[in-house]
């Protein structure tokens, strides 16, 4: 017997969520639906006030954005040889895999185990999660450090959210393959609509850990609204200012800055995570009063 997973209260395919069988058997009958059901994975349907909170900024922005990504395509195709934008496969809403756009930033033909393996050791170490760009990166290519700084190289990523495949606000989208890697509390990320920036984005950002950066994305799903998203939306602006103060500053400094221990309250959700058999969006929710406002 064959079965099709959809998930609860979206009602599109995945690997996930409620599985139902709805074909016929051998005889041209209808075959009994089966659901069976995964406990302790709650998935959030995506409100519609956030569709239209994206699409009227992105309008509202659009003398903005749109002049300022074909000054980028100049600048990119000019300082290196090859392909102004790269594509990568990610992991969105409900586990489903979808293609993002970014500017290209690396040389051409740079080799990508070497940021595969530095992500896969900060997963497993509890230390700040470093950019190698901080280090010299030598893959990168002419502006490719002030992209990344400045996330400008996520701006093709705009066109994902009038797709409706990620939002503005919300937990970035993470790879296959390090999905892959993630623990089944972590893996409750992907029950939000990804977006640009987030939650963590604007809250330590490189300077936390991945258990941190998880453990924010939950609070953020589990404390959506329309205010949060504002508030987030407002805070980006100065976060990339001083991200771009930031990277002009020795890379020994920024190591010393990145080495600062979190904060209490990061402390306590990640151990809480950690330690105990509920979902850690319950936990969330029981500490969302004690946590830090954007």
């Not at 079965?3 to 139902?20: A, C, F, M, N, Y």
């Not at 349907?45 to 922005?61: E, F, G, N, Q, Y």
């Amino acid at each position: 017997m064959r079965i099709e997973g959809h998930l609860p209260r979206v009602g599109r395919p995945t690997k996930g969520g409620s599985l139902p069988y709805n074909s016929a058997n051998g005889n041209g009958a209808k075959a009994p639906r089966i659901t069976v059901a995964f406990p302790g994975t709650p998935v959030h349907r995506v409100p519609a006030w956030k569709s239209a909170l994206d699409i009227t900024c992105v309008l509202l922005a659009l003398p903005i954005w749109l002049p300022l990504m074909i000054l980028l395509m100049l600048v990119t195709r000019l300082a290196s040889p090859g392909p102004i934008f790269y594509r990568q496969e990610r992991v969105g809403l409900g586990r489903r895999h979808f293609s993002i756009w970014k500017f290209r930033t690396m040389k051409m033909s740079a080799e990508t185990h070497t940021h595969e393996h530095y992500f896969r050791e900060l997963m497993k170490g509890d230390r700040p999660m470093t950019k190698l760009d901080a280090y010299g990166d030598p893959r990168l290519a002419p502006f490719g450090r002030f992209l990344r700084a400045s996330g400008l190289d996520e701006l093709p990523q705009i066109f994902n959210v009038l797709c409706g495949e990620m939002s503005l606000v919300g937990p970035r989208p993470c790879t296959p393959k390090e999905f892959a890697h993630y623990e089944p509390w972590q893996q409750e990320r992907a029950n939000g609509l990804p977006g640009l920036t987030g939650y963590w984005q604007v809250n330590g950002k490189n300077k936390t850990t991945f258990n941190e950066m998880i453990v924010m994305d939950l609070f953020y799903i589990k404390n959506l609204s329309i205010l949060l998203d504002l508030k987030i939306m407002f805070k980006t602006c100065t976060v990339i200012a001083r991200q771009l103060l930031e990277s002009r500053l020795p890379a020994q400094s920024k190591r010393e800055d990145t080495a600062l221990p979190p904060a209490p309250i990061l402390q306590t959700l990640v151990e809480s995570a950690r330690k105990s058999p509920r979902s850690p969006t319950t936990i969330l929710s029981g500490l969302a009063e004690s946590a830090n406002k954007p």
